[in-house]
């Protein structure tokens, strides 16, 4: 992944466990554009929005799909430090 979605896709996540859904749509989008490999991470972040619109709480399912959904380790740190 480029080092720009990357870090677009970090500040997706880290946004997903304060509940703030704009900037989480912004920034994932945002890393969609520079690498379409995001796309499974953006379905997952676009999932946890979704949630927090309707329940306001991401699942623990969610959780795992978003830990599932990145591919290095490092953001796998961010979904793990993230949950709530």
């Known amino acids: 992944m480029e080092a720009k979605a990357t ?8 946004a997903i466990g304060r509940r703030d859904v704009p900037l989480a749509r912004t920034c994932v ?15 997952a972040i676009y ?8 329940e306001g709480d991401v699942s623990t ?8 959904a990145v591919d ?3 953001l796998l740190a961010v979904v793990e430090a993230s949950r709530s």
């Open 7 to 14: 870090a677009s896709a970090e500040e997706a996540i880290r």
């Open 29 to 43: 989008s945002e890393a969609f554009d520079a690498d379409h490999a995001v796309g499974p991470l953006a379905d």
């Open 61 to 68: 399912a969610t959780w795992n799909t978003l830990a599932d």
């Open 72 to 74: 290095s380790p490092d």
């Open 47 to 54: 999932l946890a929005c979704a949630e927090i619109e309707e």
